[in-house]
């Protein structure tokens, strides 16, 4: 099966700067989703972006966006402008052809006032 | 329109007895997911419906657990035997197949369960 990898397990920012998480994947297949969903303390999960492994261009959702490397296997995540509401965790998924779903660990993101 | 909805949104259980938990995914929504996730860690993987059969049961931890579908609708996780370890938010997840895997999952609230 597919694995994905966080290596972050929490990462802060300040309030308005830009942050930066990591994950990458290993799978043999050539084409894929990958996705960052966020989970706020209400542990509703929540879809942030989407990227298609045959797109080029990375995958942009107004203050997050993606940089995705598929020789390298990574997806990360960078959201700028950082609010208060962006503290939650934030998982890294895979989607293969099959459907199956498989999530990273997490990253918990706390934002500084 | 709905989401998904879990039932019961919260069970407390002794250790031994069988627990059913209850996913209701969005109506036309082929595929449905259960993730474990334990206070404060990821999501574990535990099996994936596509309506109604089951073509990866591979996250099952053990033959405790069981999990059905029926007319491509409701699922329930079952649990016998509940050990504590058992104790987490079981959350159920849905997408739409025929969208390819570009679907997202869309998912409920969770249940969660606490073993005593």
């Known amino acids: 099966a597919q694995t994905v990898t966080q290596s972050q397990p929490e990462m802060s920012v300040q309030e308005a700067e830009t942050v930066t998480l990591s994950c990458t994947y290993d799978t043999s297949e050539s084409d894929y989703y990958l996705f960052w969903y966020k989970q706020p303390p209400s542990r509703q999960m929540i879809l942030v972006i989407r990227q298609e492994a045959y797109k080029q261009q990375n995958a942009t959702e107004n203050r997050f966006s993606v940089n995705f490397q598929k020789a390298a296997k990574s997806f990360s995540l960078k959201i700028s402008d950082s609010q208060l509401g962006d503290a939650a965790m934030y998982f890294c998924?895979?989607?293969?052809?099959?459907?199956?779903?498989?999530f990273g660990a997490g990253t918990r993101l706390t934002v500084k006032p | 329109g709905a989401g998904v909805s879990q039932s019961p949104s919260n069970k407390v259980t002794e250790k031994g007895k069988d627990v059913e938990l209850r996913c209701d995914p969005i109506?036309?929504?082929?595929?449905l997911y259960w993730y474990r996730q334990r206070l404060g860690q990821g999501l574990e993987f535990l099996i994936y419906f596509q309506g109604n059969s089951a073509p990866d049961k591979s996250g099952l931890p053990s033959d405790r657990f069981s999990a059905e579908r029926t007319g491509e609708s409701v699922s329930t996780l079952t649990i016998q035997r509940t050990q504590q370890e058992d104790s987490a938010v079981y959350l159920c997840?849905?997408?739409?197949?025929?969208?390819?895997?570009?679907?997202?999952?869309?998912f409920g609230n969770g249940t969660r369960l606490t073993v005593t």
């Open positions: 998924a895979y989607k293969g052809v099959f459907n199956d779903m498989r």
């Open positions: 109506s036309g929504h082929t595929a």
């Open positions: 997840a849905s997408s739409l197949a025929r969208g390819g895997f570009y679907s997202p999952l869309h």
